[in-house]
Nanobody, 124 residues
């Protein structure tokens, strides 16, 4: 099954920045792409979703103003720019696709082609 591939994770101090990438090699990227994260012992949570056109992006309050999602459909890559990182942003970050973001994207329902994830660690 075709999957998306995440990269760009790493360790960063609080207040630092990272840019994650989500690449699709086997299909056109004309889907909505969601970014999700999961910390040890916690449920998975959505952190951003962008429509296939890139015109609409959505974020939960926990990351709004700090995270920015964007996409380059020609390169088949979706980016997640993360700034002012906090220890609570630590987790494994995943991307996945579905036809649209809509009102229910936060829970991850209906998303497919999940990648293996990339670890983000924010600590001093």
């Amino acid at each position: 099954q075709s999957q998306l591939e995440e990269s760009g994770g790493g360790w960063v101090q609080p207040g630092g920045s990272l840019r994650l990438s989500c690449a699709a090699s086997m299909f056109t990227l004309d889907y909505a792409i969601g970014w999700f994260r999961q910390a040890p012992g916690k449920e998975r949570e959505g952190v951003s979703c962008i429509t296939g056109s890139g015109r609409i992006a959505d974020y939960p309050d926990s990351v709004k103003g700090r995270f920015t999602i964007s996409r380059d459909n020609a390169k088949k890559i979706v980016y997640l720019e993360m700034q002012s990182l906090k220890p609570e942003d630590t987790g494994i970050y995943y991307c996945a696709k579905r036809p649209g973001c809509g009102a229910t994207w936060l829970g991850g329902t209906g998303f497919t082609s999940w990648g293996q994830g990339t670890q983000v660690t924010v600590s001093s």
